[in-house]
T-cell receptor, first 113, second 114 residues
Framework: AQSVTQLDSHVSVSEGTPVLLRCNYSSSYSPSLFWYVQHPNKGLQLLLKYTSAATLVKGINGFEAEFKKSETSFHLTKPSAHMSDAAEYFC???????????FGAGTRLTVKP | DSGVTQTPKHLITATGQRVTLRCSPRSGDLSVYWYQQSLDQGLQFLIQ???????AKGNILERFSAQQFPDLHSELNLSSLELGDSALYFC?????????????FGPGTRLTVL
């Protein structure tokens, strides 16, 4: 079975400083990995995804993630946080046949002025 | 706006009852997914349909069932409701239902079981 662990339940940064949200995964096969963002009272929106192409993935709103197979990690970064980035972020791992989809517990990002 | 619609937005019911949640996918998307989000369990994948057929199954209880109709909308039926079924239920859709597809999420249906 697959699993995904988001290492921080809450991250707080100041506006204009870098963001790092950490995600480790476990999978028997080459999975697809995703980061989704959920703003309050909204559905989830895709930030970026890794599907066995380039290991450095660029997403929307300046976010990036690097797939590191040796470390089984898929950490999300952004060089400079904006107030609008405050939200809940979910790391997701999906097996090739969709039979195993796992969400991390989520990381709540707070951005201070 | 993702293009995925869910009705109703809120639902309040009593234990033991049965409810139906409805989802309309984005235009052109053939696959629909259902998820449950609760404080206890986080986000859990329930079930996926592709073009009317069940494609994948997650942690869906036997009291829950779903189907996708010829017009591609989907319904999630929850029966013999328990207090613990109170949660936010999301529907998502994707073009082909592959593991690499982007899923587009609806705004959710908040179910409260009293």
């Amino acid at each position: 079975a697959q699993s995904v662990t988001q290492l921080d339940s809450h991250v707080s940064v100041s506006e204009g400083t870098p963001v790092l949200l950490r995600c480790n995964y476990s999978s028997s096969y080459s999975p697809s990995l995703f980061w989704y963002v959920q703003h309050p009272n909204k559905g989830l929106q895709l930030l970026l995804k890794y599907t066995s192409a380039a290991t450095l993935v660029k997403g929307i709103n300046g976010f990036e993630a690097e797939f590191k197979k040796s470390e089984t990690s898929f950490h999300l970064t952004k060089p400079s946080a904006h107030m609008s980035d405050a939200a809940e972020y979910f790391c997701v791992v999906i097996s090739y046949n969709n039979n195993d989809m796992r969400f991390g517990a989520g990381t709540r990002l707070t951005v201070k002025p | 706006d993702s293009g995925v619609t869910q009705t109703p937005k809120h639902l309040i019911t009593a234990t033991g009852q049965r409810v139906t949640l409805r989802c309309s996918p984005r235009s052109g998307d053939l696959s629909v997914y259902w998820y449950q989000q609760s404080l206890d369990q986080g986000l859990q994948f329930l079930i996926q349909y592709y073009n009317g057929e069940e494609r994948a199954k997650g942690n869906i209880l036997e009291r829950f069932s779903a189907q996708q109709f010829p017009d591609l909308h989907s319904e999630l039926n929850l029966s013999s409701l328990e207090l613990g079924d109170s949660a936010l239920y999301f529907c998502a859709s994707s073009v082909q239902g592959r593991s690499t597809d982007t899923q587009y999420f609806g705004p959710g249906t908040r179910l409260t079981v009293l």
